[in-house]
């Protein structure tokens, strides 16, 4: 009975032994998860931390990187203006020599003439107000006979299909319903001679911009690039003053008209007119559009807004005629 005592002792101390284990082993687990998840959320908060501080910085860094963007922009705005003024006073200073120089010229040659010159004159601006008044009674003698006999006329003009020009060009302006032929070709020699000269007084600069003219009533500002072994064409525009040789698109077909007079020099064959337009001239364009299709012209078209240049470029597309 005493041996069964025992054996019931010992065995609850072995289970409470057991028991006591176990319930060290659970708080040892819980002290060392609570340890990580500490360790974890203080490094967590140490992120996040950084992460708030280097956005505080960032968003001013940002924004005085786009104030110096605005500000270098519109040093560079003030720069062009500058620049265009500048290029403004000297064209306008320009101008006022030549027109100086031109009345001067005038007034010599006028005190030069003798009276059969100064008769042949007067005959010859007799004899043009007599074609007009001429031209004038032709126009109202058809549209007589138009009332006498009504007619309805059916205007056609052939469009062949759009090809780019790879041959020669005769360049027109169109503008305030006036025609002005261009001297594109001797602005082009012109440039050819001037350019090495330029270059040779500023060998220094990257970019070499110059002015040209006038040209048979045109301007042209260009802008070269230096390249190694010399400059490079970037860009040119041109711009007509008022000693253009602009006419009526009357008087430019007229016998003695200057359009009338450059087509018959040039074939047809083998020459496209390009003609740029203005926007007050949209109406003006068919009519010279019709009347060189009857020639054997084939007419490229380059319409421009009201204040934008005539210009080219050798990146340029080429124009498209029919």
């Known amino acids: 009975m005493r041996r069964n005592d025992e054996d019931a002792t010992v065995g609850e101390d072995s289970f409470l032994d057991t028991t006591a284990n176990l319930v060290g082993i659970l708080i040892i687990l819980v002290v060392v998860i609570g340890a990580k998840t500490k360790v974890d ?3 967590h908060g140490r992120k996040l931390a950084e992460t708030q501080s280097q956005e505080h910085l960032t968003a001013p860094a940002q924004a005085v990187q786009a ?3 605005s500000l270098r922009r519109q040093a560079s705005e003030q720069q062009q203006y500058e620049m265009e003024s500048q290029y403004r006073r000297s064209e306008r200073d320009a101008l006022l020599a030549q027109v100086q120089v031109a009345r001067e010229l005038v007034s010599e040659r006028a005190e030069n003439l003798d009276d059969e010159e100064r008769q042949s004159l007067a005959d010859g601006q007799q004899l043009a107000q007599l074609q007009q008044q001429l031209s004038e009674v032709q126009r109202e003698l058809g549209a007589a006979e138009e009332y006498e006999r009504p007619k309805i006329v059916l205007e056609h003009l052939p469009t062949p299909m759009a090809q780019t020009v790879f041959t020669r060009e005769m360049h027109v302006q169109l503008k305030g319903g006036l025609v002005t032929v261009i001297p594109w070709e001797r602005l082009i020699d012109a440039l050819k001679q001037q350019v090495p000269l330029a270059a040779r007084r500023q060998t220094n600069k990257k970019v070499l911009e110059e002015n040209l003219g006038p040209v048979g009533g045109f301007l042209m500002r260009y802008r070269m690039l230096q390249i190694p072994g010399g400059f490079e064409l970037e860009r040119f525009e041109l711009e007509s003053t008022p000693q253009a040789p602009s006419e009526s698109m009357e008087t430019a077909f007229q016998t003695a008209g200057r359009l009338r007079l450059e087509l018959a020099s040039r074939n047809p064959a083998d020459t496209v007119v390009t003609v740029w337009v203005y926007p007050d001239s949209f109406g003006e364009f068919r009519q010279l559009k019709s009347r060189l ?19 080219a470029s050798p990146r340029g597309s080429r124009s498209t005629a029919q």
């Open 41 to 43: 959320a203080e490094a």
């Open 293 to 311: 299709f009857d020639e054997g012209f084939l007419c490229a078209a380059r319409p421009l807004p009201d204040d934008v240049r005539i210009g």
């Open 67 to 69: 104030v110096q963007v």
